[in-house]
């Protein structure tokens, strides 16, 4: 089933039920999983109270929001509960078309060194791979991601090929999908774009996918006639979700250009071919975070398409990486889908295709009718971007040990990687209260549809901990023991919101369940409880051998994005993202000597130190 690129009028109600899955009876989507549940609405509230102790500036603060928690809990709390029950009851996922209404970029290793160092080389074995993916995925083949319970829900790699992202009026975008129930066949297209131009490529022919040889041929046929003076169209799809549905309004009233959105949107994937050299990780991190700036020129927003879900990115280096829309999928599918790839191409055994006798395929260009108007709103899209790009401050580190050293002290990897954040973020404020909390996703795939819920990382126990690091009135024993403390409560919370308990989602639930005319909860308005979901900081952690660098931007202008990884044995990565007008620098410098002071304190009874 596939749907129009020709906007309708307002959000289609049923637009989540295009995307088809595989065909029944097939391993990829098999896995019968229980639905979301509905937390125990006491025990919510119970949990709430101890997220926000730490939170509250004064006990006199503390008091105030847990009379007003003890009031919701007796007045419309009970009401809304039983509505979001009913809910629960009367739909597959009580959550999903409220959350659907967010990116991510991840950085990959170099291109295997058995194979052509060309960025053309380097996008045709990314094209064929990935068709590759996408097959095995259509056709049901693809095994199921897994965590040492068993299969998780693969719902959200419905929406990773054949869709695309759509500008809704009012701020309700949408996502539309060409992808074809029970397609199993070799079929498709992908859209390349160069210097902003646009070009179709036909990924098969006659039921096979292009060989590898074939899809550089056609990709070195876009570098050779891509070099005239082409205008940026790419750049509106970065702009405010507001401007860019007014623009994709003008831009749609060609029949013309309304053709080109539609090839852009039912493309299996988008590969950017940039005219950049990154070569060390905050280059590489930038550029696919915002793309490269030329002459104050947006160069690299303009030869893309953000509202791809996948969207490979080839610098002129060779280099690349995956920039990926989040709304409706999140980070661990792409990361799986990269893995696959990345591996696939790193094996000198993969099959690069047999190309036919007779290949002559030539990609074909789509060039957009420009009116005033659209020059206008490219223009205003490049300030604006440009504006963003220049306020943004990105820094990168690595410690000099990792998960193997971590596992030696007998601590959670992960936990471990939390605590340094609080200990510099406290450093790093000093003695000023925190304004806000600390977000770390955690998922919920276990469930049906399952997408994420939050970790409140911030707890009376890791505040224990890190006041205890720069206490000298307080031995390392003392210390070891508060930290123990600190990283089990970590561990606890994280398996409450894996397993659907968490405070925030359910929180979110009861108040969008509030009638028109109904009074908010005194609870909703309440300076602490607003601070403890006010996200300074904004982490998470993926995984991927293939990935030197991947983050995302701060969700607040005071705060931090926080991307790392603990699965190297010998380090861990952390990407630090915030407006330049906070102290990236010195966070960085911060969590460097937090990363050390913590394995000096574990490694203190006898154990060589770094």
Known sequence: MSTSSIRPASRPVAWKTVAPSAPPGTKTFAAELPKLPVADFSNTLARLKQTLVPIAWSEQEYTAVCKKIDQFAVQQGPELHQRLLSRATETRHWLENWWDDGGYLDGFDGQPSHLPQTPAARAAGLARAAMIFRKNLKQGLLTPDSTKEGPICMDTYRWMFDCCRIPGPQGLDWSVSYAKEHDSEDSGHIVIFRNNRVWKLNATEGGR??????????????????????????????????????????????????????????????????????????????????????????????????????EFIVYDNAVAGLMGEHSVMDGTPTVRLCDDVLDMLANPAFDHGSPASSSSFVPTPLDWQITPAITEAIAKADAAAIELIESQELGFLLTPYGKAAIKKFGVSPDSWAQMIVQLAYRRLIGVHQRVGGTYEAATTRKFDKGRTEAIRVVTSESDAWVASMDNSNIGNDERRKLFTAATKKHVELAKNAGNGLGVDRHLFGLKKLLKDGEEVPELFSDPVFLRSSYWVLST???????????????????????????????????????????????????????????????????????
């Open 209 to 310: 996918i292009l060989s590898t040889a074939e899809f550089e041929k056609q990709i070195n046929y876009i570098y050779e006639n891509s070099n005239g003076v082409y205008p940026g169209v790419g750049v509106l799809t970065a702009s405010n979700r507001d401007v860019w549905a007014m623009d994709y309004g003008t831009l749609s009233s060609s029949a013309h250009n309304a053709k080109i959105l539609t090839t852009i949107q039912s493309a299996a994937f988008v590969i950017s071919l940039e005219a950049y050299n990154p070569t060390t990780p905050v280059q590489h991190s930038r550029a696919l975070w915002h793309g490269s700036v030329v002459d104050g020129v947006p160069t690299g927003l303009r030869t893309r398409w953000v509202d791809k879900p996948v």
């Open 540 to 610: 998470s952690a993926i995984f991927s051998k293939h990935f030197p660098v991947y983050g995302w931007g701060e969700v607040v202008p005071d705060g931090f994005g926080v991307a790392y990884m603990t699965g190297y044995d010998d380090r861990l990565q952390y990407t630090i993202t915030s407006r330049k007008e906070m102290p990236n620098a010195r966070f960085c410098e911060e969590i460097s000597r937090a990363a050390k002071d913590l394995y000096d304190l574990f490694s203190d009874a006898g154990k060589s130190r770094l």
